[in-house]
């Protein structure tokens, strides 16, 4: 009775664990299903997106001014989610924080790159100060 089509019954435990670990970290990367408990999973993907848009406007040449547009792009889709009140406002609060650290991180990541795509173009070796020989 401990076997079924072959498998003992250890292993076909260890495959369920491993369906259910599978299953969770779907959920944890793309949020709960509708009518699941409702507490806030898409607020981890709300926060790396932020992130992630955060370096691509500090990598771009922006201004800071273009970080208040994208945090009212991002406040009114976290606030269409439906979630409770409390889970919208802490999502809010760090998909801003990490918006603008991710463009900090960005406008770092710009200039650092800048200085050796420069470097690189320099030449590399100076050209003689003395005036050519004559030659015959």
């Given at each position: 009775?401990?076997?079924?089509?072959?498998?003992?019954?250890?292993?076909?435990?260890?495959?369920?664990?491993?369906?259910?670990?599978?299953?969770r970290r779907v959920?944890?990367?793309?949020?709960?299903?509708?009518?699941?408990?409702?507490?806030?999973?898409?607020?981890?993907?709300?926060?790396?997106?932020?992130?992630?848009?955060?370096?691509?406007?500090?990598?771009?040449?922006?201004?800071?001014?273009?970080?208040?547009?994208?945090?009212?792009?991002?406040?009114?889709?976290?606030?269409?989610?439906?979630?409770?009140?409390?889970?919208?406002?802490?999502?809010?609060?760090?998909t801003a924080a990490?918006?603008?650290?991710?463009?900090?991180?960005?406008?770092i990541a710009r200039?650092?790159?800048?200085?050796?795509?420069?470097?690189?173009?320099?030449?590399?070796?100076?050209?003689?100060?003395?005036?050519?020989?004559?030659?015959?």
């Open positions: 009775m401990l076997r079924r089509n072959g498998l003992g019954l250890a292993t076909s435990l260890t495959k369920l664990w491993w369906e259910q670990k599978k299953r959920l944890f990367l793309v949020g709960e299903p509708e009518g699941a408990s409702g507490k806030g999973g898409n607020a981890m993907l709300f926060v790396i997106a932020g992130t992630l848009a955060g370096v691509l406007l500090g990598l771009s040449r922006f201004k800071v001014l273009v970080l208040v547009p994208a945090f009212l792009i991002a406040a009114c889709a976290i606030i269409v989610t439906g979630h409770e009140l409390k889970v919208i406002a802490l999502t809010i609060l760090a990490l918006l603008q650290i991710g463009y900090i991180v960005g406008c200039v650092h790159a800048h200085a050796h795509l420069h470097a690189r173009k320099a030449p590399r070796h100076r050209l003689s100060k003395s005036k050519p020989g004559i030659s015959l």
